[in-house]
């Protein structure tokens, strides 16, 4: 079957790094997509990767092993308004896409 | 870039009555669109596909009659919950594929809050 794990909730501290990982296992692969989604709101798009490797964008960036089924989504200098939750979904063979829960991420003072 | 919208953001509907949600897109034409619905602390749950023109794909486990998906134009889909339910309340999002675009050309609407008293 098809599955995206990630962890539940993170908890870090405003001005450090986090990394939150996703691993997937799908039917074919057409890239891995990271949303952002506020409580209440609508997920907002942060990265799309298909090959592998790092992309940065600004203070997120997004790491993809096509090999592994493994992808992480990268924040620095962590802003209180970071507080959401992070969607990773994976696109399979037929272009759906594979919803991760979503990981929680709770920053600190 | 480009925006999806949706009406109502939020409806309070009595049990038994039916519910219409619009999901446009403004600046863009969507022969695709997608009806996710999320309840609290869960993921979205891709409930159908909406092209254009043609006939609403299901999801497993999603009853067709109740959820009516019409796709009639290329910047307009409605989904309406007919003889709404108490646990049909959620979190209903669409999200529309630009037509020319990518995988990644995928935008969604705000969503609408739907809560059936």
């Known amino acids: 079957g098809q599955n995206i794990d990630q962890p539940t909730e993170m908890t870090a501290t405003e001005g450090a790094i986090v990394q939150i990982n996703c691993t997937y296992q799908?039917?074919?692969?057409?890239?891995l997509f990271w949303y952002q989604q506020h409580a209440g709101e609508a997920p907002t798009f942060l990265s799309y990767?298909?090959l592998d490797g790092l992309e940065e964008k600004g203070r997120f960036s997004s790491f993809l092993s096509r090999s592994k089924g493994y992808s992480y989504l990268l924040l620095k200098e962590l802003q209180m308004k970071d507080s959401a939750s992070y969607l990773c979904?994976?696109?399979?063979?037929?272009?759906?896409?594979?919803w991760g829960a979503g990981t929680k991420l709770i920053i600190k003072p | 870039g480009a925006v999806v919208s949706q009406h109502p953001s939020w409806v309070i509907c009595k049990s038994g009555t039916s519910v219409k949600i619009e999901c446009r897109s403004l600046?863009?034409?969507?022969?695709?669109m997608f009806w996710y619905r999320q309840f609290p602390k869960q993921s979205l749950m891709l409930m159908a596909t909406?092209?254009?023109?043609?006939?609403?794909?299901?999801e497993q486990g999603v009853e067709k009659d109740k959820f009516l998906i019409n796709h009639a134009s290329l910047t307009l889909s409605t989904l309406t919950v007919t003889s709404a339910h108490p646990e049909d309340s959620s979190f209903y999002i669409c999200?529309?594929?630009?037509?020319?675009?990518?995988?990644?050309?995928?935008?969604f609407g705000p969503g609408t809050r739907l809560t059936v008293t």
């Open positions: 990767n298909v």
């Open positions: 999200s529309a594929l630009e037509e020319a675009g990518g995988p990644n050309e995928q935008y």
């Open positions: 979904a994976a696109l399979d063979s037929n272009y759906q896409l594979i």
């Open positions: 909406s092209n254009e023109g043609s006939k609403a794909t299901y």
């Open positions: 600046d863009f034409q969507a022969t695709t």
């Open positions: 799908t039917s074919g692969f057409n890239g």
